[in-house]
């Protein structure tokens, strides 16, 4: 990290606490004490209010704030990046609120950043709804991919082929990133193969990104390609009719996995995408009697099970007497 943006991230660091030491300071920047004191010295000098008390600590004085529109594109990506994820695998106390803040954040982005998340948001989807694991992939790999995705360049990369125990050298063409199976995949034309192909981030040993761009795709569609991916069974397909009110809700959250939506005299029948049908049993559960199974009878089957299981832990409640029982009792 240069001087400059070091000094940017501090008084970013300042103004997201109400007290900082100098030695807390130079552990979170790896820098020496006599460095934090030359650099709090020259953000004085550029204007900024920074109040210091010896043997207490820095803090900004109140009322100053730095507008939050200096992200890079990589914290872009970031920000993006964890509110998919968080939106897929977690409940709604948390999807609100994430949804909530990332709206904010990207009302006051610079114009060419809400243009680079529109870009990564039509190109991104997570499948499943389930996480047994947290993937392990570098930022070296997912930020220049995200990047190469917004901007339509073309990457380079080595990769290890696990079938034929191999390394592959290749320049392609990304068109999309997909969660699925506990992995990030990148979708992307293939110039070795001169096809579209799907590669697992986690085998990408090296990449870069080559100083060409490729022209826009226009006949390829996410949406389509995951649709084709369930029929060759790499994802399931169910077919689950919905209350009218409740799409909103489908839409937020099934996100590029909703293949189709059919208006019905009894509610809306849509084809939803999954890595799992457990999975997917999961989450329609959640609407109760608000989903209708359609198809596939797999899936039928596991709501039903589950809704016994439910059902069995909650004995009906037999009748109590009437009032008059006790006294007819009597008189008989």
């Known amino acids: 990290m240069n001087r400059v943006d070091r000094l940017m991230a501090m008084v970013v660091h300042l103004q997201g606490r109400r007290v900082v030491r100098a030695e ?8 020496s004490v ?3 004191y030359r650099d ?29 529109v200096m992200f890079t594109e990589d914290e872009a990506s970031a920000l993006f990046t964890g509110g998919k994820l968080v939106e897929q695998f977690t409940d709604a106390s948390l999807q609100r609120p994430m949804g909530s803040a990332l709206l904010k954040i990207r009302s006051v982005l610079p114009r060419d950043k809400q243009d680079y998340l529109d870009h990564l948001e039509k190109s991104t989807a997570v ?6 694991a947290v993937p392990e992939v ?29 390394m592959t050298r290749r320049q392609v063409e990304p068109l999309g990133l997909v969660f699925y199976s506990n992995n990030w995949h990148l979708i992307a034309y293939c110039r070795l193969r001169r096809d579209v192909r799907d590669f697992r981030t986690d085998r990408i040993t090296k990449l870069q990104m080559v100083n060409e761009r490729f022209d826009d795709h226009v006949d390829f569609s996410l949406r389509r390609y995951l649709e084709a991916a369930s029929k060759e069974g790499r994802f399931e397909s169910a077919r689950v ?21 059919k208006p019905e005299p009894e ?13 997917l049993a999961e989450w329609l559960f959640s609407f109760g009697s608000e989903a209708v199974v359609l198809a596939p009878e797999r899936l039928r089957q596991i709501i039903a099970a589950e809704a016994s299981k439910v059902a069995a ?18 008189l008989t």
């Open 40 to 68: 709090i010295a020259a953000l004085g000098e550029a204007g900024v209010p920074i109040m210091g008390e010896p043997g207490v600590g820095y803090a900004l004085m109140k009322g100053y704030s730095l507008p939050p």
């Open 127 to 132: 499948v499943g709804r389930g996480l047994s």
């Open 241 to 261: 009719r919905f209350r009218p009110e409740t799409m909103e809700r489908v839409r937020r959250e099934w996100s590029c996995r909703l293949v189709d939506e």
């Open 34 to 36: 006599r460095t934090v």
């Open 138 to 166: 570098s930022s070296d790999v997912l930020v220049p991919i995200q990047h190469a995705l917004a901007q339509r360049h073309v990457l380079g990369l080595d990769y290890h082929v696990v079938q034929r125990r191999e």
């Open 24 to 31: 807390e300071l130079a552990t979170h920047f790896e820098i």
């Open 313 to 330: 832990q909650y004995p009906p409640i037999a009748h109590p007497p009437s009032p008059a029982a006790p006294m007819r009792s009597l």
């Open 267 to 279: 509610g809306v029948a849509v084809t939803l995408l999954a890595f799992s049908l457990d999975w």
